[in-house]
């Protein structure tokens, strides 16, 4: 297993349009986690999984996202209707779900809406 | 709610001395987890160290150690012998025994000098 990866690394997307971006966690990890990431900033949480169920949102989290993990493998979040403040790192996580493990990152998808 | 507090936006150290880089947080939760992580400026975030709330001893892995002082809600960590290759930002995170989210600081940019 070579790790958490996240495609697409680069996205550039026109304001107004649909953007989806995949994770792929650690294989035997359960949990995976979105966070996302501006400049200057610490990573703020988006939502997380355990095995396919999406356990938590974050309040930061407009209707105009949609994350998924429909067989508890990969996962895929959506923006709709893109917006310039979307643009951001959009960080993915995984972790074994005993209490206080590592979470394991991935590289990030950076977005840029123009 | 859980707070996490990085006073320090940017650190230098000279190359092979020791440097502390500050954390304190805030929570009402009796059990949790500290972690520090390191970004490099190609995005990835890496696993460092971590801390539980109950540990009787200060963590230790390699280079890194974390000063944990629990009455002061502290959680600084050293990282001994810099190398060039240290230069980068680090986060501390924390989240409370059980749960998925972790909730992280702004960051403190570190710059080793040769």
């Known amino acids: 297993d070579t790790g958490v990866s996240q495609d697409p690394r680069h996205k550039i997307t026109k304001r107004g349009q649909n953007v989806t971006f995949r994770c792929d966690p650690i294989s035997e990890h359960n949990r995976l986690y979105w966070y996302r990431q501006t400049l200057g900033q610490g990573p703020e949480f988006l939502t997380y999984?355990?095995?396919?169920?999406?356990?938590?949102k974050s309040r930061l989290l407009s209707d105009r996202f949609s994350a998924e993990r429909p067989k508890g493998s990969f996962s895929t979040l959506e923006i709709q209707r893109t917006e310039q403040g979307d643009s951001a790192m959009y960080l993915c996580?995984?972790?074994?779900?005993?209490?206080?493990?590592?979470?394991?990152f991935g590289q990030g998808t950076r977005l840029t809406v123009v | 709610a859980q707070k996490i507090t990085q006073t320090q936006p940017g650190m230098f150290v000279q190359e092979k001395e020791a440097v502390t880089l500050d954390c304190t947080y805030d929570t009402s939760d009796p059990s949790y987890g500290l972690f520090w992580y390191k970004q490099p400026s190609s995005g990835e975030m890496i696993f460092l160290i971590y801390q539980g709330s109950y540990d009787q001893q200060n963590a230790t892995e390699g280079r890194y150690s974390l000063n944990f002082q629990k009455a002061r809600k502290s959680a600084n960590l050293v990282i001994s012998a810099s190398q060039l290759g240290d230069s980068a930002m680090y986060f501390c995170?924390?989240?409370?025994?059980?749960?998925?989210?972790?909730?992280f600081g702004d960051g403190t940019t570190l710059t080793v000098k040769p």
């Open positions: 995170a924390m989240n409370p025994r059980g749960a998925g989210k972790s909730t």
């Open positions: 996580a995984s972790s074994l779900s005993q209490p206080n493990t590592e979470a394991f």
């Open positions: 999984f355990q095995n396919e169920a999406q356990l938590e």
